[in-house]
């Protein structure tokens, strides 16, 4: 949003428009902080690929060959729940129900019998199914003081900010370190300059979507990709409106030569993880 919010005037940052973003996060006994000033300094996109992608078991190992007690419960979760469907037909998982948890966790204690698996909890599965990341009130309480501290410091003037990302652990003694994050010139967030996407002119726009979801630098959920083609706007796939994506998706199954793309072609897609527009330069691999 921030980013959205910068001007420019002949390329050239207007720093009357920058509003400092002071951001700062926990997991268990480790923690970070961090300063970003839009468009100067390294923001949350030009350092995604620092973050842990999210924790999905193998299909194979949960359905036959589960060694943790966690196996047993997405087991539970994601093959057992659609098949019987214990509170009606189409009725999703609600990890805030206390009566669905305790159904995952009755069979799942079932089903980690079978395997000799030991260690599933109320807690544990409640956890699983919400994907609840551990807090420690003390990380905590760290994290939001340095928060606190670097807004009083750009409040005030009183001290030069954080330069410009912290990291704190306390697991094993009392740790932390700060370092400047680098801000990438090729970032889709802040440079304002379009990205690259290399793919065979055989390639399907399948293909282009799946990479803007799982790669590491943009991780978008539901992206919308439209393009110029002779002249005028065409929206190539778009998700998120019911009858925008039934006219759209047969394009999925086309290659982006189909599609009448060529060698250099701009690609403009929007998704809700992005609060403007990215633009890609779409280059042909031979």
């Given at each position: 949003?921030?980013?959205?919010?910068?001007?420019?005037?002949?390329?050239?940052?207007?720093?009357?428009?920058?509003?400092?973003?002071?951001?700062?996060?926990?997991?268990?006994?480790?923690?970070?902080?961090?300063?970003?000033?839009?468009?100067?300094?390294?923001?949350?996109?030009?350092?995604?690929?620092?973050?842990?992608?999210?924790?999905?078991?193998?299909?194979?190992?949960?359905?036959?060959?589960?060694?943790?007690?966690?196996?047993?419960?997405?087991?539970?979760?994601?093959?057992?729940?659609?098949?019987?469907?214990?509170?009606?037909?189409?009725?999703?998982?609600?990890?805030?129900?206390?009566?669905?948890?305790?159904?995952?966790?009755?069979?799942?204690?079932?089903?980690?019998?079978?395997?000799?698996?030991?260690?599933?909890?109320?807690?544990?599965?409640?956890?699983?199914?919400?994907?609840?990341?551990?807090?420690?009130?003390?990380?905590?309480?760290?994290?939001?003081?340095?928060?606190?501290?670097?807004?009083?410091?750009?409040?005030?003037?009183?001290?030069?900010?954080?330069?410009?990302?912290?990291?704190?652990?306390?697991?094993?003694?009392?740790?932390?370190?700060?370092?400047?994050?680098?801000?990438?010139?090729?970032?889709?967030?802040?440079?304002?300059?379009?990205?690259?996407?290399?793919?065979?002119?055989?390639?399907?726009l399948q293909e282009?979507?799946?990479?803007?979801?799982?790669?590491?630098?943009?991780?978008?959920?539901?992206?919308?990709?439209?393009?110029?083609?002779?002249?005028?706007?065409?929206?190539?796939?778009?998700?998120?409106?019911t009858s925008i994506?039934?006219?759209?998706?047969?394009?999925?199954?086309?290659?982006?030569?189909?599609?009448?793309?060529?060698?250099?072609?701009?690609?403009?897609?929007s998704d809700v993880?992005?609060?403007?527009?990215?633009?890609?330069?779409?280059?042909?691999?031979?």
């Open positions: 949003m921030l980013m959205s919010l910068l001007n420019y005037e002949d390329g050239v940052l207007d720093t009357s428009s920058i509003i400092p973003l002071i951001d700062g996060g926990t997991e268990g006994f480790k923690g970070n902080a961090r300063v970003i000033l839009p468009g100067m300094t390294a923001c949350i996109d030009c350092t995604l690929e620092l973050y842990p992608p999210q924790i999905n078991f193998p299909m194979c190992t949960i359905a036959t060959m589960p060694r943790l007690p966690e196996h047993c419960i997405e087991y539970v979760r994601i093959l057992q729940w659609p098949k019987e469907q214990p509170f009606g037909e189409g009725v999703e998982v609600d990890g805030d129900e206390p009566s669905h948890i305790q159904w995952i966790y009755e069979k799942s204690l079932e089903r980690a019998a079978q395997f000799s698996i030991v260690g599933i909890t109320y807690r544990l599965t409640q956890g699983v199914v919400k994907r609840i990341i551990p807090a420690v009130a003390s990380t905590n309480a760290v994290i939001a003081a340095v928060c606190a501290t670097e807004v009083f410091k750009i409040a005030s003037s009183a001290y030069i900010p954080l330069n410009n990302y912290l990291v704190f652990n306390d697991v094993d003694g009392l740790y932390t370190y700060t370092f400047e994050a680098e801000r990438k010139e090729n970032c889709p967030a802040c440079s304002q300059l379009p990205q690259d996407l290399q793919f065979p002119s055989s390639a399907k282009v979507l799946d990479y803007l979801t799982n790669h590491a630098s943009f991780q978008m959920k539901s992206p919308a990709i439209t393009a110029t083609l002779d002249g005028k706007n065409r929206t190539l796939y778009l998700q998120t409106v994506e039934e006219k759209t998706r047969p394009n999925l199954t086309k290659t982006l030569k189909e599609l009448g793309l060529v060698h250099g072609q701009e690609l403009a897609v993880t992005t609060p403007q527009t990215l633009l890609f330069k779409l280059q042909f691999l031979s």
